[in-house]
């Protein structure tokens, strides 16, 4: 139904006069008003509405959005190119502006970004920003799953506590200080620590063949996994220095065979007695002290080193008695390179000297794989860090220490570089690719030939020099007989340094 057929009252202005009526009836004037309304806003101009046309005082503008670090979270690269980034504005019905960015392409994968889903809502298109989450997506850490077998968590876990042993007894020492119940045995105990001398007797009456028979041990061999492979059997009646090689970083293949029996070094060996030796100082340490006397460990010191191999054992006088000794040293770790083989020996014949002096046999000991459990810093790719170790190890005797880890070092002048060592990486607890936790790389250690030795109270120099040639040559024969069972990715051959 029509408006004009809703109005009763006349239209004419002389006949609305008359009856003394107002000029326009209230249906045109309605209707004047809505048209009339209509137009002013048809052509009123352009505005930002959204703050307001009256004279009260606005809050600052807020700064724009730092695009740029927000792509970098998401792990896209910031590109200034106007072709690069769409950036598209909306506005409501309030006035209110909203911006979002659409990335176009990436560089990282270098295919183009699927368009964000839009759709016309109430006239106006609706178009999504970024997807969250993306840069995760993309990064290079690769993070173990959670399905992962128990055995492996265990694995895992004893590697953890070897690395953190002495980190972990320290702090339980201070917590332990820091309660003033446990003083009157602290001190006493403290004092028994800084003058007992059970680092380097000789008498070996701290070492607990339960502990290092334990169970844990098979579960940090196997998480490597690590072999120990014998060329010959030693006759109990004679005494033994084993030369462990390389040094690598952390001489976890060392560990494994010698302090522990995981690899069954009394089965191989058996009637020998072995002594892994490592720094006089971390008998020093509380309760890691007692830890290592307990897994036999020894000193490196010369008075222990000849202490053991001249008491005890079958006649009282060290026979079936055997040390471990790591000849490269610290020094020696600065070329733990992956796929690599450098031996720090060349100048290295302390260790023959012992020798002599004792009567003990030299036996060579060369570690397939113990360089490939970390990644260091490069001399090739990085020559001022390298050099920068070298030149203050030869000036103060050490460099810089980013581990707590103790190292198996060959002799006193080994001591002073006890502070040397290498920037590495490896895995961590809960990813593949970054923390302190040696990679699953297969350890295989093998035993050499002994070099007989003739006891000399003074060692003759050319008889040194000949006894060093013979253990050189042994080290060679396991490298050409061995390569290509235990080290077929190996970079070049064999290399003795220094």
């Known amino acids: 139904m029509a408006l004009s057929e809703l109005n009763s009252e006349p239209s004419q202005p002389e006949v609305r006069e008359e009856q003394h009526l107002p000029p326009k009836s209230y249906v045109d004037a309605a209707v004047e008003n809505l048209n009339g309304d209509s137009e002013k806003e048809h052509n009123a101009p352009s505005q930002y509405i959204g703050q307001g046309e009256d004279d009260a005082p606005r809050s600052p503008l807020r700064k724009p959005h730092k695009r740029n670090g927000s792509l970098r979270v998401n792990g896209l690269k910031s590109k200034t190119s106007a072709q690069s980034l769409v950036i598209e504005k909306f506005q409501d019905g309030d006035g209110e502006h909203l911006t979002s960015i659409n990335p176009v392409d990436s560089e990282d994968s270098g295919q183009q970004t699927q368009k964000s889903p839009s759709r016309l809502i109430g006239g106006g298109e609706l178009v999504s920003g970024r997807r969250a989450g993306a840069g995760w997506e993309k990064s290079g850490i690769r993070w173990a799953p959670l399905n992962v077998p128990l055995k492996r968590r265990l694995q895992t ?147 222990s080193c000849e202490n053991i191999l001249s008491k005890g054992g079958a006649n009282g006088e060290g026979m079936g008695r055997a040390i471990t000794i790591v000849v490269g040293g610290a020094r020696e770790s600065l070329d733990a390179q992956p796929n690599t083989l450098r031996l720090v020996l060349k100048r290295r014949k302390g260790f023959v000297k012992l020798g002599i002096r004792t009567g003990a046999d030299l036996v060579p000991v060369l570690a397939f794989g113990e360089n490939n459990l970390y990644d260091q810093v490069q001399p090739e790719t990085h020559p001022v860090i390298h050099k920068t170790q070298l030149v203050l190890k030869k000036a103060f005797g050490f460099t810089v220490h980013v581990t707590c880890i103790p190292y198996y070092v060959s002799d006193a002048r080994a001591y002073n570089s006890l502070y040397q060592i290498p920037l590495f990486h490896a895995r961590g607890v809960f990813n593949y690719d970054v923390g302190m936790m040696p990679y699953r790389t297969p350890l295989n250690i093998v035993v050499g030939r002994p070099i007989k030795v003739a006891q000399q109270k003074v060692p003759d120099e050319a008889y040194v020099d000949e006894i060093h040639g013979l253990y050189v040559a042994e080290l060679e024969r396991l490298w050409r007989e061995w390569r290509a069972e235990f080290a077929r990715g190996m970079k070049g051959n064999l290399e003795f340094v220094e």
């Open 157 to 303: 876990l004893v590697v953890l506590w070897h690395t953190l042993s002495i980190a972990v007894l320290l702090t339980t020492f201070f917590f332990l200080c820091a309660i003033p119940l446990f003083w009157p045995l602290l001190f006493p105990y403290v004092l028994h620590l800084l003058f007992s001398t059970a680092g380097h007797s000789g008498n070996l009456s701290r070492r607990s063949p339960f502990l290092r028979s334990l169970p844990i041990w098979s579960l940090f061999a196997s998480y490597f996994p690590a072999r120990l492979h014998r060329s010959q059997v030693l006759p109990q009646t004679r005494k033994y220095i084993f030369g462990y090689h390389p040094h690598g970083i952390i001489s976890h293949g060392a560990f494994a065979a010698f302090v522990t029996e995981a690899l069954g070094f009394s089965q191989l060996f058996p009637g020998i007695t072995n002594t892994l030796l490592t720094l006089d100082s971390n008998f020093r340490i509380p309760l890691y002290r007692d830890y290592a006397l307990a897994l036999g460990l020894g000193s490196v010191s010369r008075e």
